[in-house]
Nanobody, 128 residues
Framework: QVQLRESGGGSVQAGGSLRLSCATS????????MGWFRQAPGKEREAVTR????????YYDDSVKGRFTAYRDFMKKTLDLQMNNLKSEDSAVYYC?????????????????????WGQGTQVTVSS
């Protein structure tokens, strides 16, 4: 099992930026897939980005393309999320997730991949 620790949430005005960080500890996976998810009040949790840490393949949700960038460190097994031009609809609790994938990185970035480890979450609030 991989332990995840998120940091970097906070409050910002629309158009501003925040950077979230996710650090791993404990055991690790040979093929590590990490991602950021978010959940706003009254809404389902949604994937923001998924990254095959060693390979570098990445998926972004359409709502964040061009504004959010995932930065991975395959040596440290960390995943940061740089969020620019934030909008009020980006307000949510953001969760880091991790899990092992099989042979192909495409499994990691597919919408059907199931993450097994989750962080506690960090609040992001964007005021308009």
């Amino acid at each position: 099992q991989v332990q995840l620790r998120e940091s970097g949430g906070g409050s910002v005005q629309a158009g501003g930026s925040l950077r979230l960080s996710c650090a791993t500890s404990g055991s690790t996976y040979v093929n590590l897939c990490m991602g950021w998810f978010r959940q706003a009040p009254g809404k389902e949790r949604e994937a923001v980005t998924r990254v095959a840490i060693d390979h570098g393949a990445v998926y972004y949700d359409d709502s964040v393309k061009g504004r959010f960038t995932a930065y991975r460190d395959f040596m440290k097994k960390t995943l940061d999320l740089q969020m620019n031009n934030l909008k009020s609809e980006d307000s949510a609790v953001y969760y880091c997730a991790a899990g092992p994938f099989g042979g192909s990185w495409s499994e990691c970035i597919s919408g059907e991949f199931e993450f097994v480890d989750w962080g506690q979450g960090t609040q992001v609030t964007v005021s308009s």
